[in-house]
T-cell receptor, first 114, second 117 residues
Framework: AQSVTQPDIHITVSEGASLELRCNYS??????LFWYVQSPGQGLQLLLK??????LVQGIKGFEAEFKRSQSSFNLRKPSVHWSDAAEYFC????????????FGTGTRLTVIP | ETGVTQTPRHLVMGMTNKKSLKCEQH?????MYWYKQSAKKPLELMFV???????ENNSVPSRFSPECPNSSHLFLHLHTLQPEDSALYLC????????????????FGEGSWLTVV
């Protein structure tokens, strides 16, 4: 069965500190992986995606994620967090072709303290 | 500007009302979606339309009725809702493709906050 697990419901980091948000997935075929960010009261904005090739992908706002097939993980990282990064982050997995049915994790809420 | 516009952004309705949510995408995509986002639950896919045809109904109650008159517009008609239907309803679109990696990136609107009283 397809599923996405984000084990951390809430993370608090200091501004300027590094960040890693965890994502583990279970998917029967070769996955297409995404990270989305949702600011309060807003929709979801695509941060980055992985389809194939280099397992370290760069996204917007200075974020990157690394695909590790052996660990079924797609963790999101940022070397230095800014206060504006406070938001909810969602990992998602879906098929590479055909019908779209993304499976989302329950999200990780990031709080940034000065 | 996400390319996917939803109106209204906020809606309060009584359980006997009939209302509609509207979504328009300006990205030239051929697939559109409705998702429901409730507190502490993963996003739930409700409906999928490809080239105006409904291809997925994820066991959604009939009090939610989607309509897709063309590839750019999607509606969600609401009738006799329950308080537990209060949630953020997200519209999204993508360019569906049978070619690996050529599509399947979903772009979301900002959502419509629905409160049923």
């Amino acid at each position: 069965a397809q599923s996405v697990t984000q084990p951390d419901i809430h993370i608090t980091v200091s501004e300027g500190a590094s960040l890693e948000l965890r994502c583990n997935y279970s998917y029967g075929a070769t996955p297409y992986l995404f990270w989305y960010v949702q600011s309060p009261g807003q929709g979801l904005q695509l941060l980055l995606k992985y389809f194939s090739g280099d397992t370290l992908v760069q996204g917007i706002k200075g974020f990157e994620a690394e695909f590790k097939r052996s660990q079924s993980s797609f963790n999101l990282r940022k070397p230095s967090v800014h206060w504006s990064d406070a938001a909810e982050y969602f990992c998602a997995v879906g098929p590479q072709t055909g019908a779209n049915n993304l499976f989302f994790g329950t999200g990780t809420r990031l709080t940034v303290i000065p | 500007e996400t390319g996917v516009t939803q109106t209204p952004r906020h809606l309060v309705m009584g359980m006997t009302n009939k209302k509609s949510l509207k979504c328009e995408q300006h990205l030239g995509h051929n697939a559109m979606y409705w998702y429901k986002q409730s507190a502490k639950k993963p996003l739930e896919l409700m409906f999928v339309y490809n080239f105006k045809e409904q291809t997925e109904n994820n066991s959604v109650p009939s009090r939610f009725s989607p309509e897709c008159p063309n590839s750019s517009h999607l509606f969600l008609h609401l009738h006799t809702l329950q308080p537990e239907d209060s949630a953020l309803y997200l519209c999204a679109s993508s360019q569906e493709s049978l070619l690996p990696g050529r599509g399947n990136t979903i772009y979301f609107g900002e959502g419509s906050w629905l409160t049923v009283v």
